[in-house]
């Protein structure tokens, strides 16, 4: 609870900055086998929004938020083509601030 007021609390976005597709980080393909290809992609995104609250009581709060997400797929198509294999991984790094309160989540 941002405060104990029973006024609604409002807010405006001051800032978004993200990028409208993935960035593509590196990418390959291994075709080298006659019967199976291998295929590795890794892509990353960034998110910075932030904004400004007020409280029902009138406190101004500033807030940002900062994403930043890495995605990798590997895929091994087999056996004349006719198994597909697919490991697929993410990470997220998010940064918070609340009134200047940085703190970091991993998941």
Same mark, same amino acid.
């Given at each position: 609870? *941002?405060?104990? +007021? !029973?006024? %609604? %609390?409002?807010?405006?976005i001051t800032l978004y900055q993200v990028s409208d597709y993935a960035t593509l980080l590196? =990418? /390959? =393909?291994?075709? +080298?086998? &006659?019967d199976h @290809? !291998? @295929? &590795? *992609? !890794?892509?990353s995104r /960034? &998110?910075?929004?932030? =904004?400004e609250i007020t409280t029902g009581s009138g406190e101004q709060i500033q807030v940002v938020f900062t994403q930043d997400l890495e995605y990798g797929n590997v895929q091994d198509y087999l056996q004349d083509f006719a198994k597909q294999v697919c490991f697929c991984e993410k990470t997220n790094d998010r940064d918070h601030s609340h009134s200047f309160r940085t703190f970091r @989540?991993? +998941?």
């Open positions: 609870m *941002l405060d104990p +007021s !029973n006024e %609604t %609390t409002t807010g405006q590196d =990418a /390959s =393909a291994d075709a +080298s086998g &006659v @290809i !291998n @295929i &590795v *992609l !890794n892509a /960034s &998110v910075h929004i932030e =904004a @989540i991993f +998941s």
